[in-house]
């Protein structure tokens, strides 16, 4: 069909005049974009008698005030064995809740009298099992009221931003939102060291401390604070 306008000498056709032509388009809805995070890494020094340690596993590094829900606590297990706390060091966040099992043929009597964590379990046979719910953070010392030379330590920390180092001393510590946090390097028997870590979107931030290892604990105490001896 033919459209037009006439005038005198003058004739317009609008089936010959080009239309713009406009395409929309809807918004792509993108996905939630993924958090910004990096790591921290390093490897620590551990000096004893000013000269450097072979092993320096069993060093913990942890984050302070790192935003974010808190790790899950679940579940996990302290077993006596062969008069041994297995393992002798135990990190986990708060409100985990540690199960120590018997697997001995005596009797053992778990307790604690650390400020973290005050609790007794009384005295318990081969195959039966006590827990622990942890709700403080802070170093918790384990012993057994029958036999003083088992000893294990509990770190309870405030959320799961953590690493334990191997023998070598190396550590790392992933997918840490991005910012500036205290960063803590502890060790059973040597004062903490700490510093402070910026961590950038994909990046590595380093921390490299050194600590040095002290003279080991002296004799513990029975749970209620008399000295080991000889059952009557």
């Known amino acids: 069909m033919r459209l037009g306008s006439r005038l005198p000498g003058l004739v317009i056709s609008l ?8 395409v929309s388009f809807s918004p792509r809805v993108s996905r939630a974009e993924a958090p910004a995070v990096g790591n921290v890494s390093g490897v620590v020094t551990v000096l004893v008698d000013d000269a450097p340690k072979a092993d320096r ?18 579940k996990r297990e302290i077993r006596q064995k062969n008069l ?10 708060k409100g985990t809740t540690v199960e120590f099992p018997n697997d001995d043929k005596v009797f053992h009597n778990v307790f604690s009298v ?11 046979k081969s195959g039966e099992s006590k827990s622990v719910t942890f709700r403080e953070a802070g ?32 550590f790392q510590i992933k997918n ?17 060291v700490r510093g402070e870590v910026t961590v950038t979107a994909g990046g590595s931030a380093t921390f490299k401390p050194t600590i040095t290892e002290g003279a080991a604990p002296k ?10 001896g000889r059952y009557k």
């Open 15 to 22: 089936s010959a005049v080009a239309l713009p032509l406009t």
């Open 57 to 74: 596993s069993g060093v913990v590094l942890s984050l302070e005030n790192v935003p974010g829900a808190p790790a899950p606590a679940g």
């Open 84 to 93: 041994t706390f297995t393992p002798g060091l135990m990190v986990i966040v």
């Open 114 to 124: 650390s400020k973290a964590a005050r609790f007794d379990l009384g005295l318990y």
């Open 139 to 170: 170093v918790v010392d384990v012993y057994c009221n029958i036999h003083p030379h088992m000893v294990t330590k509990i770190k309870v920390l405030d959320n799961g931003f953590y690493a334990v180092t191997g023998a070598d001393g190396s």
């Open 176 to 192: 840490v939102p991005v910012g500036t946090y205290p960063v803590v390097a502890w060790q059973a028997h040597a004062p903490e």
């Open 219 to 228: 004799r513990h105490m029975r749970k209620d604070g008399t000295p080991y």
